[in-house]
């Protein structure tokens, strides 16, 4: 009859769930993940735990595992109507954007999570009136300074140095930008290359722009609209191949540079003397 | 001569030079003065005659050579695939 009683006994504690959940706030974009495989939520807690943000509201996706090759290795966007497929050969990822419900298959390893975060990220960046870009990203007095710049241009030396010198970096590979109120932001991104640090979740303002040179002596110059076009277009981190991205990169691309002063900096690998020169 | 751009082309104007994109390709193409003219009458809807007239009066140069100018550039958009076939 003890046994009967304890039975009857309410519960003090809602029962256990078998979900497993992560909110996450990127770029100002909520993405909340669920799933019933610990194991994906747990390499996104590893991964992004410095962006987390329970409950933003935003995109919600189901996450469930699926094995897979990173072959074909380029991710694919295809939008039709509201609905948003990216897929490369380790995820799948169906989302309605107009609900911000849908689903995402993919393989419990951060590679492919980051891969998948980076295409729907820049995805709606531009979209928004933003830009995913290859580029260092430090804060100077408040504000946010980016350089761009290709493979081997010298990113991750001028991050290293810079933060050698004190100076916060960004990022030193792939930085976010949004346009908000008229102006530009530059937010914090857990997209790193060399350096391979966090990230941490903030934003500020967009100081300048500079296409980035390794030289002798630092030195900074004009640069003109035509060449930062360019640069600007060839550093636009975009999976998408539709005409309307392409629509969006070349609106966007006008309007930030007639909001933002672009330059080339020229810089020494010797210090991080070169910050004075940034403006 | 009837040209057509493709129309999955994005183009625009910036710090006074014309630009095109095409996403599918991931290619991007910058054109000078005499070919930003021509491009942007043939993505009005212009005809040869028209374009070749505004060649002219833009660039002050006589009928021959504008209608020399025109047919090169026409024959540089088909080899770099920008033209939709008629």
């Known amino acids: 009859m003890a046994g009967w009683t304890a039975l009857r006994r309410p519960l003090k ?52 595992g699926a094995p897979g090759s990173q072959s074909p290795f380029k ?13 490369r050969g380790d995820f799948n990822s169906s989302l309605d954007l107009d609900t911000g419900s849908g689903s995402l298959r993919a393989a419990a390893n951060e590679q492919c999570l ?20 290859h580029s ?15 493979s081997g241009a010298g990113k991750s030396t001028l991050s290293k140095l810079a933060a050698a010198a004190g100076a916060e970096v960004i990022s030193d590979e792939i930085n976010l930008l949004r346009f908000e109120k008229g102006r530009f932001r530059a937010y914090g991104s857990p997209f790193w290359g060399e350096m391979r640090a966090d990230g941490r ?3 500020w303002p967009l100081g300048g722009i500079h296409l980035l040179g390794k030289a002798r002596e630092n030195s900074l110059s004009a640069c003109p609209g035509g060449e930062a076009l360019k640069l600007l277009l060839r550093c636009l981190v975009n999976f998408d191949k539709s005409p309307r991205a392409a629509e969006l990169a070349l609106k966007n691309s006008a309007r930030l540079l007639a909001a933002v002063k672009f330059g080339r900096l020229k810089f020494s690998k010797a210090d991080g003397s070169f910050m004075g020169l940034v403006k | 001569m009837n040209v057509k751009i493709k129309k999955e082309l994005a183009f625009r104007r910036i710090a006074g030079e014309v630009f095109i994109v095409d996403a599918a390709k991931a290619e ?4 000078n003065s005499t070919a930003a003219l021509i491009w942007e009458g043939l993505a009005a809807g212009e005809t040869e005659k028209v374009i070749v007239s505004a060649l002219i009066s833009e660039f002050e140069i006589e009928e021959k050579t504008a209608r020399a100018d025109f047919a090169d550039f026409v024959e540089e958009l088909e080899k770099a695939g920008l033209l939709a076939s008629v």
């Open chain 1, 114 to 133: 980051d891969a998948f975060l980076r295409s729907l990220i820049s995805f709606l960046l531009l979209r928004s009136g933003g830009f995913m870009l």
């Open chain 1, 201 to 203: 979740p903030g934003s």
């Open chain 1, 136 to 150: 260092a990203g430090l804060v100077k007095n408040g504000k946010a300074y980016l350089f761009l710049g290709k």
């Open chain 1, 13 to 64: 504690k809602a029962p256990a769930s078998f979900l497993s959940r992560i909110g996450l706030e990127i770029a100002g974009f909520g993405l909340n993940f669920e799933s019933d495989q610990s194991g994906i939520i747990s390499v996104l807690r590893r991964r992004y735990g410095k962006f987390r943000a329970a409950g933003k509201p935003g995109f919600s996706l189901e996450v469930s």
């Open chain 2, 28 to 31: 991007m193409h910058e054109l």
């Open chain 1, 75 to 87: 991710p694919a966007i295809v939008l039709t109507g509201s609905r948003l497929e990216i897929g």
